[in-house]
């Protein structure tokens, strides 16, 4: 049983009498009246045993996106139900509104809409609805629990879908499906057409010129069904925030926009999701229902504090397939130490592969190396002075930014490694990674790479 304010209220006022007559009989009396009213009122509420619940909304939702969903309240009973309802979401859900007021007459049923905007990925779930039923007194009512289990799927925002469109009117351009041509080769023959100022002439048919008596270029486009494998770090090197969010999601992203991308074109697109071991899996993903299966697969995705078993890799993508294959490793280049298991399996995978690489840089770091080429010069007229003289907290400032120009110094480091071991290095902001895995993804497309 649970009770109202405005039960609480009448109870209050039993403090009127008992000062008043200067009797607590009175007051008592009072108190009696009022727990009598509410037991009354509690035998004329809803029968809750002759209450239905049913839920209806979608399986997926978007993190920070909003999905609409449904509650339906079915009364089998004789007398009215004047409830709340409260639907048992965990809170990072974003459900609203959290209580609904309804009345449902007897053997009827009504409908209560519901709102979610998540703010976490993963599995989002409830266990039941909550009806409180008040009596027609509204003091007091009955309570109780349905179970009616229910789970949302929350997968990741993809923000750089708005990249999609650009990426695909390159696509377009590399196949012949618009006017333009970007120059570059493809791997299969085309048609033929007459040459134009600016043609590479390595295109140039000399049968067919020779037939024609006029120039004739071979044109190309980029084969389709070929194969891109993206291998996502759910390992310690995902848990860096930059910019208050993990690394983790900008891989998510970068994974996202080249498996959308890449459907698109035709080509076949795995997934994997590892750390020191393999998580999921993504076998198969078709234009259609890529974004969806990588977003489910990728939900729950969480970085780990183990460091990832690359040495693993090479076996996984020779299980995916056997032919050549675009490999995209989206992890983070930082420094030798915490690169060198990505670093040693990197030539195992070049030698059959094409393969991009992601490093993330951190805006903030940037800001504070610039900032300790701004304080040393200023003070010694050249980078690199002595700094003895400074307050103690300018010579914590030149130092906190010496060490950021060290971490930028390793980074470049271990990009030159990757790149000597023949992958293509991807360095950018968690904002611009996304689409320049895309543009590597394309460039592999122009120059037969892939």
Do not use: C
């Not at 639907?87 to 990072?92: G, K």
């Not at 400074?390 to 980074?411: H, I, Q, W």
């Not at 790149?419 to 120059?447: M, S």
């Amino acid at each position: 049983m649970a009770v109202s304010g405005r039960f609480v209220a009448l109870l209050a006022v039993a403090i009127v009498p008992t000062v008043l007559l200067a009797s607590a009989w009175a007051g008592l009396a009072w108190v009696g009246v009022v727990v009598l009213g509410a037991a009354v009122d509690v035998l004329g509420a809803a029968d809750l045993r002759r209450v239905r619940v049913e839920r209806r909304m979608p399986r997926l939702a978007r993190r920070d996106s909003t999905a609409d969903g449904t509650l339906v309240l079915a009364n089998d009973g004789a007398r009215t139900l004047r409830g709340i309802v409260r639907d048992m979401w965990e809170p990072s859900a974003g459900h609203l509104p959290r209580r609904v007021r309804m009345t449902v007459p007897g053997g009827e049923r009504r409908t209560a809409r519901m709102r979610f905007t998540p703010f976490r990925r993963g599995h989002r779930r409830t266990t039941g609805v909550a009806v409180r039923a008040f009596g027609p007194l509204g003091l007091a009512a009955r309570q109780r629990v349905i179970a009616v289990p229910g789970e949302l799927v929350v997968t990741p925002p993809f923000r750089s879908r708005r990249h999609l469109p650009s990426r695909l009117a390159r696509l377009r351009e590399l196949d012949g499906e618009t006017t333009l041509q970007l120059r570059g080769h493809g791997t299969e023959f085309d048609s033929l057409r007459d040459y134009v100022r600016g043609d590479d002439v390595r295109s140039i048919d000399w049968r067919a010129t020779a037939r024609r008596q006029d120039l004739v270029v071979r044109t190309w486009r980029p084969e389709r069904d070929r194969r891109v494998v993206v291998v996502v770090d759910a390992g310690r090197a995902g848990a860096g925030r930059v910019d208050d969010e993990p690394r983790l999601d900008t891989f998510i992203e970068a994974a996202l926009l080249v498996g959308a991308l890449a459907a698109a074109a035709g080509d076949r697109v795995d997934l994997a999701v590892l750390d020191d071991t393999v998580h999921d899996r993504v076998h198969g993903a078709t234009r259609t229902d890529v974004v969806q299966r990588f977003g489910e697969s990728l939900a729950m995705a969480e970085p780990g504090l183990a460091a990832t078993g690359w040495a693993a890799v090479p076996a996984l993508v020779d299980s995916i397939t056997t032919s050549r294959a675009l490999v995209v490793l989206a992890s983070s280049l930082d420094s030798v130490g915490a690169s060198g298991d990505l670093l040693a399996v990197l030539p195992r995978l070049t030698r059959r592969h094409a393969v991009v690489v992601t490093s993330i840089e951190d805006p903030a770091v940037q800001r504070m190396a610039s900032g300790a080429v701004e304080a040393v010069t200023d003070r010694r007229g050249a980078r690199g002075g002595r700094v003895a003289g400074l307050p103690g907290s300018a010579e914590r400032d030149v130092y906190r930014r010496a060490a950021a120009e060290r971490t930028l110094l390793d980074a470049d480091g271990v990009a030159d490694v990757a790149r000597r071991a023949g992958a293509e290095v991807v360095r950018g902001t968690p904002e611009d990674v996304p689409p320049l895995v895309a543009d590597a993804y394309i460039r592999a497309k122009a120059t037969g790479r892939l």
